[in-house]
Structures are given as structure tokens and as C-alpha cells.
């Protein structure tokens, strides 16, 4: 600390400046989870309009890693694309989003999930992650990513929601 700057703060004393300061944190603490948290609860126990990546959580994992894994990666690209068309996550990992998509796809799918219907999703999500990496690679315009992405994403949900592996099942 500079020797004005500290005989400045020692001079106002320690009620002067730290009383504001821990007013300021104790709202940002107090006010930024409640913001966060939105609506009200629905069936499955979700929040109502809650964005988990927003808060830097995620949803709990399914025990198949390579699904796990790509999740990971969908859900910090999709989501700052489809609610703040932020584009720079997405140009920064489409080749980690394919890799993980091509990674899983060729993965054993754990018993529950192993049917015709999630195959074909898992090999489309493959695929689109594919093309996203490749349009994000040619400097493509932004409106054909988003609608890339989100046919990505679309199929991916089709495999999240008839699959729901248990950790002591998954392989």
C-alpha cells in the first residue's frame, strides 16, 4: 500500500471504511443467491426458471462418465448461446464438444439405456457436434451455430430424458 494511501485509511479510521464495506458484502452474499433462485418449485424438485450454470452448478452426475462428461460441455456452451447469445464459449470448445460427443457415443451405455431410440440420438448428437465444431471452425455466421448448437442439444435431451442411469447400475 502506498504510504498516502495508508496514512489516508489509518486516518479515517477503521469504522470509516469498514462498515460500508462489510454492508456491501453482506449484500452481494445475501442478494445474488436469492436473484439466482427465480420461481417457484416444480414436480421433479427443480426451480422453476433456475439456470444451475449461471450459479456454477451443475445437475447431479448419472454415473456414465462419457454422458457426464459431454453434459459438462453442452451445458457451458448451450447456455450462454440460447440465453445471452454468448457465442465466445462455444467457439472456444466446439472441438472439446465433439471430442466429448464422439467419446460418448462410442461409449457402452449402461443397462436402461441401451436401446435403438438412444443409440440413434447419441450417434445424431455426435454428428451435430461434428458440424458445430466444423462451422465454428470456417468462422461461420453466429445464426447458424445457435442453430446448430440447439439441435445438438434438442437430440441430447431425447437421450437425457429416456435415460436416467443409476450410479450402481452404470458401467
Same mark, same amino acid.
Not at 500500500?1 to 489516508?8: A, G, L
Not at 451445458?75 to 440460447?82: K, N, R
Given at each position: #500500500?502506498?504510504?498516502?494511501? !495508508?496514512?489516508?485509511v489509518s486516518q479515517m479510521?477503521? !469504522?470509516?471504511? #469498514?462498515? =460500508?464495506?462489510?454492508?456491501?458484502?453482506?449484500?452481494?452474499f445475501v442478494a445474488v443467491p436469492? !436473484?439466482?433462485q427465480g420461481g417457484a418449485k416444480k414436480a421433479d424438485g427443480k426451480m422453476e426458471g433456475m439456470e444451475h450454470s449461471k450459479m456454477? #452448478?451443475?445437475? =447431479?452426475?448419472?454415473?456414465?462418465k462419457e454422458l457426464d462428461a459431454f453434459h459438462t460441455i453442452l451445458?457451458?456452451?448451450?447456455?450462454? /448461446?440460447?440465453g445471452k447469445?454468448?457465442?465466445? =464459449?462455444?467457439k472456444a470448445k466446439a472441438g472439446d464438444l465433439a471430442t466429448a460427443?464422439?467419446?460418448w457415443a462410442a461409449s457402452?451405455?449402461?443397462?436402461?439405456?441401451?436401446? =435403438?431410440?438412444?443409440?440413434?440420438? #447419441?450417434?445424431?448428437? &455426435?454428428?451435430? !457436434?461434428?458440424? /458445430?465444431?466444423?462451422?465454428?471452425?470456417?468462422?461461420?455466421?453466429? &445464426?447458424?451455430?445457435k442453430k446448430e448448437l440447439g439441435a445438438v442439444h434438442e437430440k441430447f435431451e431425447v437421450v437425457e430424458m429416456s435415460c436416467k442411469p443409476r450410479k450402481d447400475v452404470a458401467k
Open positions: #500500500m502506498s504510504k498516502t494511501v !495508508s496514512r489516508t479510521g477503521r !469504522s470509516h471504511w #469498514m462498515k =460500508p464495506l462489510i454492508a456491501g458484502l453482506v449484500g452481494v436469492l !436473484s439466482a456454477g #452448478m451443475q445437475e =447431479p452426475a448419472t454415473g456414465w451445458a457451458a456452451t448451450w447456455h450462454p /448461446v440460447s447469445n454468448d457465442f465466445a =464459449p462455444i460427443a464422439h467419446k457402452t451405455a449402461p443397462k436402461g439405456c441401451d436401446t =435403438p431410440k438412444i443409440k440413434s440420438a #447419441m450417434t445424431d448428437v &455426435a454428428a451435430g !457436434s461434428q458440424r /458445430v465444431a466444423l462451422l465454428v471452425d470456417k468462422n461461420t455466421d453466429d &445464426a447458424s451455430i
